[in-house]
């Protein structure tokens, strides 16, 4: 298991112990009212409890339309279901849910999330806290459940990481019953899995487009196109204005309209802007779209129903207004919601010319504006479409916006303060790499915005999640740079690192062993970079389950440090930290032991006591004397380094989250059941939230706990001295 400091790729990475065992005797001790699920400071757990949130309190974007038709049924079922009873079975009583769930799921453009957004504007006041995330990733629930904690304690959370600001936040609705949590898009069920569980006491309320995979998690609401009447009416409201009656002809033009655009919401809803906007009649709007459902192969294609829309669309507001359309390309490329206005502002003159090219986006139902007018967001159906067109004559091979998302990206984290939002700048960054189409050309400036996003994650501890922006930096850098300039070389070390701490080491040694190579090639045998790659790939074979090639690696190593760079070297004690490593997932404590000690003693005298490199030294040499069996020394070296850690780099650092695992580890051995479980059951709910549900720390975390629920519930075997 890795443990240690960030994999820039400038240094050698220092490890940790293999010491998520599976398996043994276990004894547990669980608080009922969850008390133990997240370890925070005294002080702010007593804020959580004590912070109350104002009457409405909420994150909600403004309605997404003025006009709600055809949903009633399916608001009321919402209502219903959140709130009402349901029966277990034939002839049982009724069951009253104390908290409900429900996820709402369709084609993408069918209303799922402007019926979600109904419902909670419309029941807000029914709750202590209405709160909207979006949840397309786990990174941006924990971002969304940041927030809570911003609004409601922004004294405290401007001091603190973004995990913290989390757990607070899961603290406060534990403690603060009756609130409304949306997950608006949530791609994969499994994310949501970890928030059912830990927040019972109120309403979770999702959106997504998958129709599978829930059967484990929530129950589900399938939600379908608008029937005939409905959609004309719909149609009829945005096209004429809700003060004027149709005639039977405009009403018959708009129900074969509604039929042509298949009855899909969002497409009424941007021919209806259209159609206002404009004055172009009915029907004859419907000349110019064309045939847009194939009845001959049966269904609605969405994605071809709003093409077909936003050509005409587009060709309005581009003589209205021209610079609309150039920051809706842009849009199209960053993710689409919580599009910051400032990140916007450079592709337009002043505040005045971007305030109406955004209206006149609004004005056609491209965009729709958040609660606070700071941040815009656009359907990620119109952004489907937008990406799909080619390159244009002298566009350099970029795709329409995609060069002036990159440019916006890279002038965000340029920001003049010195402090770019780069929690702000995430999802967009995200975004860009997630949607790079294929030719695209390479640019340094934007390798450099996301190897420094990648870096700023992994100094949040979560290196884990850096995949993406690492691969896709190491692209850019390869292309322009070639195989062996410095820069891609560190690239290419860092992606090796973060498929490392993702539990991935048969991903991570074939980028090691190319960048050692090079190194070899073009810095020389001795360089300390070399030095470095070659701990590195010795710490993954380690992690990998073969110390036998790491072991006479990590030897040289550490012979050649010393002799370079000198005994107590910081690198130097990386290097000593990491053959005792290998020698103890070797097997080999009799040689282990004595190096650990060593490399602790150094570590404190020269770096200082709670130098996060130093912490590990501390870890690593209490994981040799458990192994030992001497839990007498152990356990103490244990809590102070968990300590430490909670107090130098926060309670959800990955670090933290595995010095609490072995405490408890140590704990189990010692047979202190009572201490042994709370920390497991905090343990496996902060990596679920932190690593993920199928990241091995977690599952292991998962095995463990079974394990040590399973022992705790066995019947005691009579001593068979006294009986």
């Not at 309403?203 to 029937?227: C, E, K, Q």
């Not at 655009?261 to 779209?289: D, I, K």
């Not at 955004?358 to 359907?379: F, K, T």
């Amino acid at each position: 298991m890795t443990d240690g400091p960030g994999s820039g790729g400038g240094g050698p990475r220092a490890t940790g112990e293999r010491s998520l065992s599976v398996g043994g005797s276990v004894s547990v001790a669980i608080t009922g009212d969850g008390a133990e699920v997240v370890m925070l400071p005294a002080e702010t757990v007593r804020w959580a409890k004590e912070v109350e949130a104002p009457p409405g309190e909420g994150n909600l974007p403004g309605p997404a339309s003025g006009v709600f038709v055809g949903r009633a049924a399916e608001l009321a079922e919402l209502r219903r279901f959140l709130t009402g009873e349901l029966r277990t079975g034939a002839g049982e009583a009724a069951v009253t849910r104390v908290a409900g769930t429900r996820v709402i799921h369709g084609l993408g453009g069918i209303g799922k999330t402007t019926l979600a957004l109904h419902y909670a504007h419309t029941f807000r006041r029914t709750y202590t806290l209405v709160w909207w995330i979006n949840a397309t990733s786990t990174k941006q629930i924990v971002a969304g459940l940041a927030g809570i904690a911003t609004r409601l304690c922004p004294h405290w959370a401007t001091t603190t990481g973004v995990q913290e600001r989390a757990a607070w936040a899961i603290r406060w609705l534990q403690w603060h019953p009756g609130w409304l949590l949306v997950f608006d898009n949530v791609e994969d069920p499994a994310d949501l899995r970890h928030y059912l569980g830990m927040l019972p006491d109120g309403h979770h309320l999702a959106t997504s487009r998958t129709a599978t995979g829930w059967h484990a998690v929530a129950p589900t609401m399938p939600l379908g196109l608008l029937d005939p009447d409905a959609a004309t009416g719909l149609l009829c409201t945005l096209a004429l204005g809700a003060e004027c009656a149709p005639t039977p002809r405009q009403r018959r033009d708009a129900a074969a309209l509604a039929a042509e655009l298949g009855y899909l919401p969002l497409a009424l809803e941007q021919a209806g802007a259209y159609l206002f906007e404009t004055g172009t009649p009915l029907g004859e709007y419907r000349a110019m779209l064309g045939q847009v459902i194939d009845t001959t192969v049966g269904g609605i294609d969405p994605e071809r129903t709003i093409a077909a829309v936003w050509r005409h669309t587009l060709t309005v507001i581009e003589r209205r207004n021209p610079q609309a359309i150039t920051l809706l390309d842009a849009m199209a490329w960053l993710a689409p919601d919580v599009i910051p206005r400032t990140l916007l502002a450079p592709l337009c003159p002043d505040a005045r010319t971007l305030g109406e090219a955004l209206g006149a986006l609004h004005a056609y139902n491209m965009i729709a504006y958040s609660a606070d007018r700071r941040s815009v967001s656009v359907h990620r159906l119109v952004q489907t479409v937008l990406r799909s067109r080619p390159p244009g004559k002298g566009s350099g091979g970029y795709p329409p916006g995609r060069q002036d998302a990159e440019r916006l990206l890279q002038r965000a984290a340029d920001d003049d303060t010195g402090s770019p939002p780069w929690e702000r700048l995430l999802p967009h960054a995200i975004a860009i790499t997630e949607s790079t189409p294929p030719g695209t050309p390479a640019s340094i400036e934007t390798a450099n915005v996301l190897q420094a996003l990648a870096e700023y994650q992994d100094g949040e501890g979560r290196n884990a999640h850096t995949v993406g922006l690492r691969t896709a930096a190491l692209a850019h850098y390869e292309q322009l740079l070639g195989d062996s300039h410095p820069q891609t070389l560190t690239s290419r070390q860092g992606l090796a690192g973060a498929y490392q701490d993702a539990g991935d080491p048969d991903r991570a040694i074939p980028l090691y062993e190319a960048a050692l190579a090079l190194c070899e090639e073009t810095l020389g045998d001795a360089h300390p970079r070399t030095l470095a790659g070659r701990n590195d790939l010795a710490n993954a074979y380690t992690d990998a389950g073969n110390p036998a090639r790491a072991v006479p690696l990590l030897e040289a190593t550490l012979a050649q440090s010393e002799k370079l760079l000198g005994d107590i070297h910081a690198h130097t004690l990386i290097h000593r930290n990491n053959l005792a490593n290998a020698y103890k997932a070797a097997g080999d404590l009799a040689r282990a032991i004595p190096l650990y000690e060593t490399t602790l003693r150094q570590s404190e005298e020269t770096l200082g006591v709670t130098h996060p490199d130093t912490l590990i030294s501390r870890n690593n040499l209490a994981g040799a004397y458990k192994a030992a069996g001497d839990l007498v020394r152990a356990i103490p070296l244990y809590e102070a380094t968990l300590g430490q850690r909670q107090h130098v780099l926060g309670e959800m650092h990955p670090h933290t989250l595995n010095s609490r695992h072995n405490l408890a580890n140590a704990y189990r051995a010692a047979g202190d059941l009572a201490r042994a479980i709370p920390l497991y059951e905090t343990t496996l709910a902060q990596r679920e939230h932190v690593l993920g549900e199928t990241h091995p720390h977690t599952l292991i975390s998962r095995d463990n706990l079974a394990d040590a629920l399973r022992a705790a519930r066995a019947p005691r075997r009579p001593d068979s001295t006294n009986p």
